[in-house]
């Protein structure tokens, strides 16, 4: 953990990052303000006896501080980060680290006079992050992403493929366009407008509820099939139109209705249509708002719900029988889509987010009052950025990306210790003299050395845990060698061994780590 936050914090100051400790606990004022009480709900813990909260972002502290402490465009750009645990109420933590309710995250805030010296400081982190996760050895892949409830423009993340990961991303192999699935879209055909629109017809069509029953019974292209789905905006029923089996994407239906909608109830929606879920369509509804998705713009000869069970309406023309509000992209990208850059299949993956970057604007600075005077004497709100990456998931990205069937194989940048120093024969007072002088000689080069010098385990055992713990060097000092002056060193990743000289293993280690 220590060797990732140093790693991290070394990048943090190459880019100018200023280092804080903020607190934990948060007044609750501070996040009523922002009105993040309500958009974090039961995510944030709450403190009984006081009015406080445990922090599970600092954007809030960050902008209070900011307020007080920035005055005018001189005191911009400013970089401001920290390394520090973290509380969220996660309804489902799992795998271990990868969600737990309390972790480590280095978040940084970026504060800026404008939005292209916020571009810059956000190309920054980028820059960073890229360098943070290189040198952590790991294979990461970025998306463009949803800003969620942060709200703000631009947000991408960076990301581990991986089967234990609860996000979903479409990648393209060939162009390397990747997207969260939450925003990922592609280059799926279009419905097409056919010449002749037919005329409305009732259809009756008995129990069935499904778009897979309905296309059964009627026999046609399930492209035909407009699905009706009904969200509640606050109070107004909004009703959804997709192509066929298509599925709705949550992420994307949000940014459309605002975070607060939600699917209707089967019994509001019997009260506002007079029919069951499998029986809603676009024709002949009161107060509804109507959007469809992209695929459908201008469609006609659809086939959808009649308001009434048991019975669907053909031919409806989207131009001529339907009030449409608008267009947008709702649905959710399927593997094997053509990329929407270049047309090759999509692939669509697990992967875990490592960390995320945003362009949050003026959102915070806007709340907390967090003001700045111009060049002209303008009182304007602070830009800010927000960025945060997951020290938990770096180290078990590593281990899961550099491992094999004995055990963890460090990465020189993140071994919690430079050797593993091993003890043979512990119980022979020649070896354990020489083990001993061995470790105080690399102490005192500032090599960290993991010393099993443990008195009742076997060799055999101690071979296999130092396999297990996976240092990126084993130095292994055993009686048979020691006699003619030497050690035997194992590099953990190739399983090669080399007989050295001892008074060589300080400058062997030096140079495989390329210290000074
Ligand atoms: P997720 O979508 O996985 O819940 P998030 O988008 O809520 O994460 P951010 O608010 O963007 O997370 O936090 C920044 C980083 O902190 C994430 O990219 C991730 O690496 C890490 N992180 C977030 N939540 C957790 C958690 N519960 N446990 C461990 N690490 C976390
Ligand atoms: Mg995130």
């Known amino acids: ?67 007080s402490h920035i005055e005018s465009y001189k005191d911009l750009p400013q970089i401001w980060y920290q390394i520090q645990t973290k509380f969220r109420n996660e309804p489902r933590p799992r795998s271990g680290v990868l969600r737990g309710r309390q972790f480590i995250m280095k978040d940084s805030y970026s504060l800026d006079s404008s939005w292209e ?32 409830a942060m709200g703000g423009s631009g947000s991408q993340e960076f990301m581990v493929e991986s089967d234990s990961g609860e996000d979903t991303c479409a990648v393209c192999e060939k162009c390397g366009y990747a997207a969260n699935i939450e925003v990922a879209s592609s280059n799926i055909p279009k419905l097409t407008r056919v010449t002749d629109s037919l005329q409305l017809k009732e259809i009756h069509t008995p129990n069935v509820k499904t778009i897979d029953e309905l296309k059964a019974f009627l026999k046609v292209d399930e492209k ?23 599925q709705l994407n949550e992420s994307k239906i949000q940014s459309v209705l605002g975070a607060n909608a939600r699917p209707v109830h089967p019994d509001e929606l ?17 107060g509804f708002k109507i959007i469809a998705d992209k695929r459908l713009e201008g469609a006609n000869n659809l086939i959808s719900g009649m308001n009434k ?66 060049e002209n004497g303008e009182m304007k709100p602070i830009i800010m950025g927000s960025y945060g990456i997951g020290v938990e998931r770096i180290i078990a990205c590593n281990i899961e990306q550099n491992h094999d069937k004995f055990g963890i194989i460090w990465g020189k940048a993140v071994t919690p210790y430079h050797v593993h120093l091993v003890l043979v024969n512990a119980n022979v007072d020649s070896v354990i003299k020489v083990a001993e002088e061995i470790y105080e000689r690399l102490a005192k080069h500032n090599v960290e050395v993991l010393f099993d010098d443990r008195k009742n385990v076997s060799p055999g055992f101690k071979f296999k845990d130092a396999d297990l ?48």
Not at 18 to 27: D, I, K, R, T, W
Not at 228 to 243: E, G
């Open 224 to 246: 035909l099939l407009a699905k009706s789905l009904v969200y509640m905006q606050d109070r107004s029923p909004v009703l959804i139109l997709m192509v066929g089996n298509d």
């Open 309 to 374: 069970n048991d019975y669907h309406i053909g031919n409806i023309d989207l131009l001529r029988d339907v009030k449409l509000d608008a267009y947008y992209d709702l649905r959710t990208v399927e593997a094997g889509e053509p990329c929407s850059k270049c047309n090759e299949p999509l692939r669509v993956v697990n992967a875990i987010e490592l960390g995320h970057i945003f362009k949050l604007g003026t959102k915070y600075s806007d709340a907390l009052h967090a003001m700045f005077l111009d």
């Open 117 to 148: 010296e916020l571009d810059k400081s956000y190309d920054l982190h980028a820059d960073a992050y890229k360098r943070i996760f290189n040198r952590a050895g790991l294979k990461y892949f970025i998306v463009g992403a949803s800003s969620g």
């Open 469 to 516: 713990l996976g240092m990126p060097l084993q130095i292994i000092v055993g009686e048979k060698n020691i006699v003619n002056g030497k050690v035997e060193v194992k590099d953990r990743k190739t399983g090669e061994r080399q007989v050295i000289e001892m008074r060589e293993v300080v400058e062997y280690i030096k140079k495989y780590y390329e210290m000074n």
């Open 270 to 286: 019997a009260e506002l249509t007079g029919a069951d879920a499998g029986s809603i369509g676009p024709i002949g509804l009161k």
């Open 1 to 67: 953990m220590k060797k990732v936050m140093n790693l991290i914090r070394e990048e943090m100051d190459a880019i100018g990052g200023q280092e804080f400790h903020l607190p934990a606990l948060n007044p609750i004022e501070l996040w009523e303000k922002t009105g993040r009480v309500e958009a974090f709900g039961d995510t944030m813990f709450h403190i009984k006896n006081r009015p406080l909260v445990l922090a599970p972002t600092h954007e809030e502290v960050i902008g209070w501080i900011a307020a």
